[in-house]
């Protein structure tokens, strides 16, 4: 593993005596071989974490005979807007007064509308997302989180390209639009 050189030095010069320089050569080639074996051991026996995807609905593009009827009194409609605020409403737009909440609140709003719906009627509660042009990337992400967390086990429907005058009228009104 380590050597020591004693050829060179030595000898008598001008009187003196020097004595001999012990130069130190140490061997790392066992200790790079041990590096590259743990550094391997450790690549395969870790587990890379798989990426978790969430199901999304979205509606065709060409007209079909068969649509799926939601009842208004079982569907939420989020209306994702400018500035992290969001307008919910339950129902139909044209009867809703929206409310609308920063991203902190939605989630308790989508709790309390799952339970009061199961508890009265024992349904499922179904979720429409409507994000806007004014809406960025991480509110959509956001807005999918809490769904997750409050445990809406429906996919949502995501409908970005069907809000309806109403339901512009009523975010420009609430200035989230």
Do not use: C
């Not at 902190?104 to 339970?115: F, Q, R, V, W």
Request: proline letters at 3%; a neutral charge.
């Amino acid at each position: 593993m380590a050597e020591l050189d004693t050829s060179s030095g030595g000898g008598k010069k001008g009187g003196k005596v020097r004595t001999k320089k012990a130069n130190t050569k140490v061997d790392l080639t066992a200790m790079v071989d041990l590096a590259f074996l743990l550094i391997t051991f450790f690549m395969l026996t870790t587990s890379l974490s798989k990426p978790i995807a969430m199901d999304i609905a979205k509606p065709d593009d060409e007209e079909n005979d068969v649509k799926n009827e939601l009842r208004a009194s079982e569907s939420m409609t989020i209306l994702l807007g400018k500035n992290n605020k969001v307008a919910w409403y339950m129902g139909e737009a044209k009867n809703a007064q929206p409310t609308v909440e920063s991203f902190s609140e939605i989630g308790k709003s989508i709790l309390k509308n799952k339970t009061d719906l199961y508890n009265s009627r024992k349904r499922l509660l179904i979720v429409v997302i409507k994000p806007t042009e004014a809406a960025t990337y991480k509110n959509f992400v956001d807005i999918m989180d809490e769904l997750n967390i409050a445990g809406i086990k429906t996919a949502p429907a995501i409908d970005d390209k069907y809000i309806t005058d109403g339901e512009k009228d009523l975010m420009r009104a609430a200035g989230i639009l």
